[in-house]
């Protein structure tokens, strides 16, 4: 069986004429069913373009990105995505965001059984006291609970997250990572997992893929499998040195790329034609009758003899 989600020499960019820039070049991945990957970047490298490639939202313009075999030729419910500004309707209640793609993926259900699967996910992500609410009443790890649970009540096969915990503070970010890792342990719904954060990636997926800058554009680097048990504590696993070791991989991957990737420039300098003031001879002059300053091109050469 082909792998569920492969992508082959796939490259993307924007603009036209000369002014087109290439954003994403000679991608090649490969996820299996049930995979938790994490592509790790610098901001501006083109990860949201490569999420929004698997999406089917963008298409490549060389190269394919496959699901099951087949192209992506548009957005589809097997793919669910949770983007970072939660993207929740404000004037739906918690219940009323997550019934609403329940309502478009499974109009087959009865209605009793729609509201039961709504509230079967809002519990799993631990806002059933939050149902009646409305987005404006949430924190904002609220709100992106509600956008998992959303998208997880689609029974999407690939789980697709585009720097989801970015805007949160640092507690709710590291509690929520702990969350959605536990929801992917007993669902085990494949999950790509965008993020800029090192820690972020080796404490979720097991596989974690730089995208590197280049100077022709950014591409996929080679992977660095986390082999850590799980469930994962990270109170426990922040000091280890196998942690460390993985981390340190990834950020010199990481520095690595950025350094080869950033232009250099020669230039000639020339020195100023301006000589310092010379402090040893009185400055008894006014505001209008300042000298004029010094310049090493009116410097005359004079030769002295000096009788012995």
């Given at each position: 069986?082909?792998?569920?989600?492969?992508?082959?020499?796939?490259?993307?960019?924007?603009?036209?004429?000369?002014?087109?820039?290439?954003?994403?070049?000679?991608?090649?991945?490969?996820?299996?069913?049930?995979?938790?990957?994490?592509?790790?970047?610098?901001?501006?490298?083109?990860?949201s373009t490569l999420i929004n490639l698997v999406a089917g939202l963008l298409k490549p313009d060389s190269g394919s990105v496959k699901m099951d075999g087949a192209d992506i030729r548009g957005p589809g419910p097997e793919r669910g995505i949770v983007f970072?500004?939660?993207?929740?309707?404000?004037?739906?209640?918690?219940?009323?965001n997550v019934r609403l793609a329940i309502d478009q993926i499974f109009p087959q259900m009865t209605e009793k059984e729609r509201a039961e699967r709504a509230a079967?996910?809002?519990?799993?992500?631990?806002?059933?006291?939050?149902?009646?609410?409305?987005?404006?009443?949430?924190?904002?790890?609220?709100?992106?609970?509600?956008?998992?649970?959303?998208?997880?009540?689609?029974?999407?096969?690939?789980?697709?997250?585009?720097?989801?915990?970015?805007?949160?503070?640092?507690?709710?970010?590291?509690?929520?990572?702990?969350?959605?890792?536990?929801?992917?342990?007993?669902?085990?719904?494949?999950?790509?997992?965008?993020?800029?954060?090192?820690?972020?990636?080796?404490?979720?997926?097991?596989?974690?893929?730089?995208?590197?800058?280049?100077?022709?554009?950014?591409?996929?680097?080679?992977?660095?499998?986390?082999?850590?048990?799980?469930?994962?504590?990270?109170?426990?696993?922040?000091?280890?040195?196998?942690?460390?070791?993985?981390?340190?991989?990834?950020?010199?991957?990481?520095?690595?790329?950025?350094?080869?990737?950033?232009?250099?420039?020669?230039?000639?300098?020339?020195?100023?034609?301006?000589?310092?003031?010379?402090?040893?001879?009185?400055?008894?002059?006014?505001?209008?009758?300042?000298?004029?300053?010094?310049?090493?091109?009116?410097?005359?050469?004079?030769?002295?003899?000096?009788?012995?």
């Amino acid at each position: 069986m082909p792998p569920i989600l492969e992508i082959s020499g796939a490259s993307k960019g924007f603009g036209r004429g000369h002014e087109r820039a290439t954003v994403l070049r000679d991608l090649d991945l490969t996820v299996e069913e049930g995979d938790f990957v994490s592509i790790i970047g610098y901001s501006g490298t083109g990860k949201s373009t490569l999420i929004n490639l698997v999406a089917g939202l963008l298409k490549p313009d060389s190269g394919s990105v496959k699901m099951d075999g087949a192209d992506i030729r548009g957005p589809g419910p097997e793919r669910g995505i949770v983007f970072q500004n939660y993207s929740l309707l404000p004037w739906l209640t918690v219940t009323g965001n997550v019934r609403l793609a329940i309502d478009q993926i499974f109009p087959q259900m009865t209605e009793k059984e729609r509201a039961e699967r709504a509230a079967e996910y809002i519990d799993m992500v631990k806002l059933s006291h939050a149902a009646g609410k409305l987005p404006r009443e949430l924190s904002g790890g609220m709100r992106q609970r509600v956008s998992v649970a959303r998208t997880l009540a689609a029974n999407p096969r690939i789980l697709l997250l585009d720097e989801p915990l970015s805007a949160l503070d640092a507690l709710t970010r590291a509690t929520l990572q702990d969350e959605i890792a536990d929801i992917w342990q007993k669902n085990r719904t494949t999950v790509i997992w965008i993020t800029n954060d090192p820690d972020e990636a080796l404490l979720v997926a097991d596989r974690v893929i730089p995208l590197l800058p280049g100077r022709e554009g950014a591409t996929l680097g080679r992977e660095i499998t986390v082999d850590l048990a799980r469930p994962r504590d990270r109170k426990q696993l922040l000091g280890t040195p196998e942690f460390k070791d993985l981390k340190l991989r990834l950020v010199d991957t990481l520095l690595g790329a950025k350094k080869d990737s950033t232009p250099h420039v020669t230039r000639k300098l020339a020195a100023p034609d301006i000589l310092p003031e010379d402090l040893g001879k009185p400055r008894n002059f006014s505001f209008f009758n300042k000298p004029a300053p010094r310049r090493r091109s009116q410097l005359q050469r004079e030769e002295l003899q000096v009788e012995a």
